[in-house]
């Protein structure tokens, strides 16, 4: 997920940002599956989740 979150425009550290609020997401949500540090991978939809709440940050702290 790490690889396509980059593909998609994210730098690497923007990627890992996300991939870190969606498994605190998924960790919320119940999963506790996503609390191995060493787990890199999350569902597309936590991601998608976590990027639009990412992009609605960013241009509500452009107001």
Known sequence: ???KT???GYGTSF???IIRKA?????EKGHTYY??????R????AVEECSCTVK???TENKR
Not at 35 to 40: A, H, P, T
């Open 56 to 58: 609605k940050q960013a």
């Open 23 to 27: 498994k605190k997401l998924m960790i």
């Open 15 to 17: 990627s890992a940002d």
């Open 42 to 45: 999350v569902p597309k939809e």
């Open 6 to 8: 980059f593909v998609l």
């Open 35 to 40: 609390q191995s540090r060493k787990l890199d």
């Open 1 to 3: 997920m790490y690889l």
